[in-house]
């Protein structure tokens, strides 16, 4: 045969071959090729499905990270893997190996990256908790005019430069951490008629600026001519507690200061036990809200240490009391979510959590965290019964779906409040500090 028309038959029959490929990875999850990429847990097993029409051969690098058929083989053990012939993973130890294969024996097919990462259960929360948030430094949440002698009104701090959003850290070299700190600076330097030397963030950028405080002839004193803020406080939902790390997850979603929109840096803040008073309840065009309040004697149950656009974020001692698990149970990757029925757990009367049943519409496939993970559907009765679907305070409600926590409840649809969004938890995890981000998992083990 002409070796220029067995190269291109080779070639066809390669690509054909190819085509063919399929999988359904890890967790049962259903793909339509193999994919670059496998995620496993330490001591996970994954059967994987081809419909490839023949057989191909799979061989694996690291035996000591994951072995092929269940079972120890050496590094150049390889095993047949193809239509009626499932291949068996059975990961080992935390790292990361490469799986190659090769139709016939001898065509390169693929070269599949599997990371294994260390076992990680946590226990679901639901619960609802009181949040009590200081921000690092004093927030710039409005301008407003000081009626000062002669009938004029000026805003020292617009005048300064200052706008909303930034955050003032400094005042004549002073630390700001607590917004009370600012009346006995601003009218020390007014009586002395010196301006202050002002520094601030404006995003992640330091900056500096004078400041000249005027004397308010109505209300007899100081003035910069700024609304400023250091605090919020409101209720939300606990996502999980991981007891092994000590630390939790709540929310979902950043919380952000309500006049100007801006992510609140943390300086310091609890989470505190609550109580779910009313409901009101969700329409079309109005999201409805859990009310509550944070019980007196209720202790703290935690610190808040990070507010990222995943939730809040701190250390926890012990799992909270009305807790529905007593023993932690395994997370699942995006991968192993699946459309279909799922459920939520949250609060609507007092501090019983209870679960609910929802359906999963879409699952987004994503490379990097965004909190748009999925699409979600109250299907349960009596939630919508009771809430109109999904309402403030419900954010950072556990999803569950075959038993491995997979995510949180982020927002509602304004226009459809049974629909809303939900993320993967294991964006949550990885702000926690519990998980490590991908293709990390080799670098565990040390650090």
């Known amino acids: 045969m002409n070796p220029n028309l067995r190269k291109r038959l080779l070639d066809l029959l390669f690509a054909f071959f190819f085509c063919f490929l399929g999988t359904a990875a890890a967790g049962e999850v259903s793909n339509p090729l193999m994919p670059n990429e496998l995620r496993l847990f330490e001591g996970e097993l994954a059967r994987i499905e081809s419909a490839l029409p023949v057989l191909a051969q799979v061989s694996v690098d690291r035996p000591d990270v994951v072995q092929l058929g269940g079972s120890a083989q050496s590094s150049k053990a390889n095993v047949p893997f193809g239509k009626g012939k499932p291949l068996l993973l059975s990961s080992q130890s935390a790292g990361e190996a490469h799986l190659r294969m090769k139709l016939f024996g001898q065509i390169p097919l693929r070269t599949v990256k599997v990371n294994v990462i260390p076992d990680l ?21 409005g301008h407003h005019l000081v009626s000062t002698s002669g009938n004029s009104k000026q805003s020292p701090g617009e005048k300064a430069g200052l706008q909303l959003g930034d955050r003032i850290t400094h005042m004549n070299g002073i630390e700001l951490k607590d917004v009370k700190d600012v009346a006995s600076i601003v009218e020390q330097a007014g009586k002395q008629n010196k301006p202050l030397e002002v520094t601030y963030k404006r995003g992640d950028r330091v900056n500096r600026t004078t400041l000249s405080p005027v004397f308010d002839e109505q209300d007899k004193t100081w003035r910069l001519g700024l609304y400023i803020r250091d605090s919020a406080a409101g209720v939300g939902t606990l996502t999980f507690y991981a007891p092994e790390q000590g630390v939790y997850g709540a929310l979902g979603h950043v919380i952000t ?33 859990k009310r509550a309040h944070f019980i007196k004697e209720g202790r703290v149950l935690g610190n808040i240490e990070q507010n990222t656009d995943f939730g809040i974020f701190g250390k926890m001692s012990m799992n909270p009391e009305h807790s529905l698990y007593g023993e932690p149970i395994p997370v699942g990757f995006a991968e ?27 699952v987004s496939a994503q490379n990097a965290p965004q909190t748009k993970g999925m699409v979600i559907r109250i299907t349960d009765p009596r939630l919508v019964n009771k809430t109109g679907g999904i309402v403030q305070g419900m954010s950072g409600s556990p999803i569950i779906q075959n038993g491995k ?22 964006w949550m995890l990885q702000d926690a500090g519990v998980m490590i981000k991908s293709g990390q998992a080799r670098n565990l083990k040390a650090s």
């Open 336 to 362: 192993n979510i699946k459309e279909g029925p799922a459920e939520i757990l949250t609060v609507v009367s007092g501090q019983k959590v209870e679960r609910y049943s929802i359906e999963i519409v879409h």
């Open 257 to 289: 200061d309500m006049n100007t929109q801006t992510p609140i840096v943390v300086g310091s803040g609890q989470i505190v036990e609550s109580s779910v008073t009313s409901i009101s309840k969700s329409e079309n065009g109005e999201p409805g809200e």
């Open 121 to 141: 259960k946590v226990i679901p929360g639901g619960q609802t908790i009181g949040v009590k948030l200081k921000s690092s430094g004093i927030l710039v949440v």
């Open 405 to 426: 926590l997979i995510g949180a409840v982020t927002h509602v649809f304004v226009n459809d409040p049974k629909s809303g969004y939900g993320c993967f938890i294991e």
